[in-house]
């Protein structure tokens, strides 16, 4: 099959070699495709005059051969006469040379992929502003570009494969805004399904799924510095945020939009005192009941809030109001969705080959192939481009575990051992251990934070030190430990008691986070008030009494949204949060409960400056589990105004109860739980304590305080 007919069949992988001015020694051949036209003619782009008139071959191409002067190449513009009018524009197949830039030192750096891939924005060295189209499918045997501009037609535009498997083409005159997809065939000929661009920085959902080119330059930031230089020893209390279900217009069946929650949810935050926002997944996803994590357009921000400028927008309101901004990325799998990564090209081009590497059976999607090298710069350069273009401060990667581990929820023979008939992921880890090398070498002030359900090692340990080299791991064992003993009727919590304190055997192992995220208060695990025992008034006495604990203990916090009011039902995708509750009192005793915990912890450098080494925490009592009561004392670097903080997990009250204390000095109570104005039962205490020469509890001074129900009471230090 000649070239000509491939392209009238849309079946051409090279079509340079036919189409556009094609020059030899003496002569010149000018080839235009364009189906519909009655005639063409090519006119010089500079003076207008006319090139030559082009007449249609048997295959329906029009052409000319140009002689003397005449063939020597000069810039030129298409005049088509169709039954609909005439059309001008610059013939896309004259910009070879600025088609095949693209590939140009594309896997030298990871960001290179983002930079020169996709849809790309620019002009050619002529002047032509236009767009140029960049795409990863080595086993195709064709592909055409079709969007608004083509009127979708599968055939008019066909794009030119390189040796690298990526196909290009530069459409001058496109402009932002265009919608797009790609219209492939397999190596054998077949047609697949249309496909969005991978590297789409914008995208539309169900029906369409069209791919949108977007300037990344229109946006003018305003506030784009990152959030605190040195998280390790700052305060950081994440609010955690699914931004469909947050909150919903009341007359309108709809989301809030970005730029709506830029004033709305960043307003609520700074109140509430969080130092942070961590929003499930934003890039783009087909299926709402995903949350996000089933994720299709990895580089564009999902249109169901607005458009890549209005998520600027939102960062930017944050930064404004000193909050950063983290987002749940998931490098971990993918769905299968036609329109999408799934076997691309009709092969394996982004997942594994075997099913039992390529499969999760969790989820019934794909596992990204972590070994093969395009598909390792594909997401280290989409964690680099939301800290380069949308300057989020942090990434919370989704699902570590799944990654790590060969055998992550899978029986016997039905995975594959590593070289040395192990479980690791040695390719996935890897991977990490790069994307965590690129991302802080390029963003110093960046924070990335591992969801890793196991007791993998170096999880937070640095990559020259033989960890993964995040930032950040959230505790997992703390959360099921401490959750599990919470859920316990006070008679019985005596016989838990190591589940509450077990987590300070490893509490420096990692640099932690404390997480109650949304995966604890959905699917039948109920809400956080609901997981509590005993009636109403223990059941908020108890979940006030764990969040003090919660924010006594080292590390840095997370909290999703509706608990910090003690909602009294499982968190609902399709609906809004049960906002009129936080009116109800006891609710709203937790609520500004949570508040105060968050200005505490922001406040007292003795509650996050060493939340990751054991010298800012030290046991008071730890074996009091007859009466369920424990005591710490954490300190600051300087070790100045350290916080003793005692929690009481039975509905007893204990009088002039003594607790040792490490130094001689007034004590300073700071924060009750118990306080009336969180709806506690206001049982009285000192505002003041003055410590005395008796020895106690291993310490050589002690006070005597009497010790509330439920509580947990914060006393700070004061004077020797």
């Not at 891939?117 to 050619?124: D, E, H, V």
């Amino acid at each position: 099959m000649s070239i000509a007919q491939q392209i009238t069949e849309g079946r051409c992988a090279q079509p340079f070699a036919e189409l556009g001015w094609i020059q030899d020694k003496k002569k010149a051949h000018i080839k235009i495709w364009f189906e519909n036209a009655l005639s063409i003619s090519i006119v010089d782009a500079k003076d207008k005059h006319n090139i030559a008139d082009l007449q249609k071959d048997e295959h329906g191409i029009f052409c000319a051969t140009l002689n003397g002067k005449n063939a020597t190449y000069t810039l030129y513009e298409v005049v088509a006469q169709t039954p609909q009018g005439e059309y001008r524009y610059y013939d896309p197949y004259q910009f070879k040379d600025t088609a095949y830039h693209a590939v140009h030192f594309i896997d030298h750096q990871p960001e290179n992929l983002y930079l020169q891939a996709g849809a790309q924005l620019m002009s050619t060295p002529q002047g032509i502003e236009g767009v140029r189209f960049t795409v990863f499918a080595p086993n195709a045997s064709a592909m055409s570009l079709m969007g608004n501009f083509n009127h979708w037609d599968k055939r008019s535009h066909p794009m030119e494969k390189t040796d690298l498997g990526y196909w290009v083409l530069f459409v001058p005159g496109l402009k932002a805004g265009e919608q797009y997809k790609f219209a492939l065939k397999d190596a054998h000929g077949n047609t697949l399904p249309d496909k969005s661009d991978p590297l789409a920085f914008s995208q539309h959902q169900y029906p369409s799924h069209a791919s949108v080119v977007y300037d990344h330059n229109a946006y003018q930031w305003q506030h784009s510095e990152p959030k605190a230089k040195n998280l390790y020893h700052e305060p950081m209390s994440i609010y955690e945020v699914h931004l469909g279900s947050w909150r919903r217009p009341q007359t309108q069946a709809r989301y809030l939009t970005y730029r709506e929650l830029a004033e709305d949810l960043v307003s609520y935050v700074k109140y509430m005192g969080y130092t942070h926002i961590e929003v499930l997944p934003v890039s783009e996803f087909p299926f709402d009941g995903s949350w996000g994590y089933q994720p299709v357009g990895l580089f564009a921000p999902t249109s169901r809030f607005g458009d890549p400028d209005d998520f600027k927008y939102f960062v930017d309101t944050c930064h404004k109001h000193n909050i950063g901004v983290i987002i749940d990325w998931v490098p971990a799998h993918f769905p299968e969705d036609g329109h999408g990564l799934a076997r691309f090209d009709g092969t394996h081009v982004y997942e594994y080959e075997d099913p039992r590497k390529g499969w999760h059976p969790d989820w019934n999607s794909c596992i990204y192939d972590f070994g093969k090298q395009t598909v390792r710069q594909f997401l280290v350069a989409n964690a680099l481009y939301w800290f380069d273009k949308f300057k989020v401060d942090g990434i919370r990667v989704d699902a570590v575990a799944s990654m790590l581990y060969l055998d992550y929820s899978r029986n016997d023979g039905e995975w594959i051992p590593n070289i040395d008939g192990g479980n690791h992921n040695y390719e996935a880890i890897s991977l990490l251990q790069w994307m965590n090398t690129e991302v802080y070498a390029k963003f110093p002030h960046a924070v990335t934070i591992a969801e890793e359900s196991t007791s993998f090692a170096g999880v937070s340990r640095p990559v020259n030190n033989g960890g993964l080299g995040f930032g950040f791991k959230w505790n997992m064992g703390w959360m099921h430990d401490s959750l599990h003993y919470i859920a316990k009727d006070p008679a019985y919590r005596r016989y838990h008691h190591c589940e509450l304190t077990f987590s300070m055997v490893y509490a420096f192992d990692e640099n932690f986070v404390l997480p109650i995220s949304h995966d604890e208060v959905v699917h039948g695990k109920g809400a956080m008030i609901q997981k509590m025992p005993g009636d109403e008034w223990q059941r908020f006495a108890n979940l006030r009494a764990y969040y003090g604990f919660m924010f006594g203990h080292p590390g840095k916090k997370l909290q999703f949204m509706g608990n910090e009011f003690a909602q009294s039902v499982e968190w609902n995708h399709d609906a809004q949060l049960n906002w009129e509750q936080s009116d109800y009192p006891n609710h709203k005793g937790i609520q500004l409960l949570y508040k105060d915990l968050n200005t505490l912890y922001t406040s007292e450098p003795s509650l996050h400056e060493l939340d990751h080494n054991n010298e800012g925490f030290r046991w008071i009592d730890l074996h009091n589990a007859e009466q369920s009561i424990v005591s710490f004392i954490r300190f600051a670097q300087n070790k100045v105004a350290p916080v003793l903080v005692i929690c009481n997990f039975t509905p007893s009250v204990h009088h002039r109860m003594r607790i040792g204390v490490p130094e001689k000095g007034r004590f300073s109570l700071i924060l009750n739980t118990d306080d009336p104005k969180y709806a506690g039962s206001g049982f009285a205490l000192e505002q003041q304590y003055t410590s005395e020469d008796i020895a106690f509890h291993g310490c050589t001074q002690s006070i005597e305080i009497n010790i509330p129900p439920l509580a947990t009471v914060f006393l700070k230090h004061l004077t020797k």
